[in-house]
């Protein structure tokens, strides 16, 4: 996620034990931020929530690049829950499967599925 005031952000929200965090926390060190903000879900209940943000002091952050560029980077990153490319992939079915539209994400996995584009 990159911060965007009066954006909402639509996903799935998990509860997890406090032990958990160990591990999200080395998943998503390289330059991300952890911080609470409030998650309201279809019932309308509201809750306190945690959520990773990208900053745009990670080193592989590219700012406002091409979605082909931003595809080409993704394709050969690696991090240590496994490949770029297939949690990106993911995240567009998951995406698809919530009937949500994210045109950027979907830009993106375009490329990755047709690297010759």
């Known amino acids: 996620l990159i ?4 954006v909402t952000c639509r996903g799935m929200a998990y509860r ?35 959520v990773y943000i990208a900053t745009p002091e990670n080193t592989a952050f590219l700012g406002p690049a091409h979605e082909r560029d931003i595809a080409r980077q993704i ?9 770029n490319d297939e949690y990106l992939l ?4 998951s995406l698809r499967e919530l009937a949500d539209e994210d045109a950027h994400v979907f830009g ?4 990755l599925r047709n690297p010759d584009y």
């Open 3 to 6: 911060e965007q005031p009066g």
């Open 75 to 83: 394709a050969g990153a690696h991090g240590p829950s496994g490949p």
């Open 16 to 50: 997890i034990s406090p032990e958990v965090f160990d591990h999200l926390d080395v998943r998503e060190k390289n330059g991300y931020l952890r911080f609470t903000t409030p998650l309201t879900f279809d019932n309308g209940e509201q809750v306190e929530g945690l």
């Open 90 to 93: 993911r995240l567009a079915d």
């Open 108 to 111: 993106i996995e375009h490329y």
